[in-house]
Every structure is written in structure tokens, then in C-alpha cells.
């Protein structure tokens, strides 16, 4: 589990730096804080080309989509996955 913060979070199929704060090579979309909710915009390259496969509940994401609690998004062809849902308290 990892809190969204209310900032944009960078996504990639990189297992081993799936979520940033900042901006790299080979991210294939980005989480944005909007309201109360999130959008998913692809990366420019993604937008073309979908090498990455980024998928919301398992069909093809698009660009600027509005999600909800309960959404998954997958990443790549090895699934880098991840499950909007929402925590009531955080524990340290």
C-alpha cells in the first residue's frame, strides 16, 4: 500500500521504481490529484504507441481518464499493478 499524496505521482512498469515524485525516462503515465478524485494522463509516448500496455480494469487506459476507488491499473506487460482504494487512517 502506498498513501497518494496530493501531489502527482509518476508510474512505470520499473518493478524496482514503479511510483515517483518526479518525473523519468520511462514512465508511462501520471496520477493527478483533481477534486476529490485522480486522473490517469499518459505519457506523450504512451499516448502514440501504448509500448507500456497501461490498462484500467483491464482494458486500454485513455488519456485523461477520471478514476475511482476500486480501479485497478496495470503497467506493462509484467503487470506493475495497482488498486485505487482508500485508507481511513495511516499507521506508522
Do not use: C
Not at 37 to 66: D, H, M, Y
Amino acid at each position: 500500500a502506498y498513501p497518494l499524496p496530493d501531489k502527482t505521482i509518476f508510474l512505470s512498469s520499473d518493478h524496482e521504481n514503479a511510483l515517483s515524485l518526479t518525473p523519468g525516462d520511462n514512465d508511462a503515465a501520471k496520477l493527478m490529484p483533481i477534486g476529490q478524485g485522480w486522473q490517469l494522463t499518459l505519457s506523450s509516448n504512451q499516448v502514440r504507441t501504448n509500448q507500456q500496455q497501461v490498462l484500467v480494469n483491464n482494458k486500454p487506459a485513455e488519456n485523461t481518464q477520471i478514476l475511482a476507488l476500486g480501479d485497478k491499473i496495470s503497467v506493462g506487460r509484467d503487470k506493475s499493478t495497482f488498486l485505487l482504494l482508500k485508507v481511513e487512517e495511516v499507521l506508522h
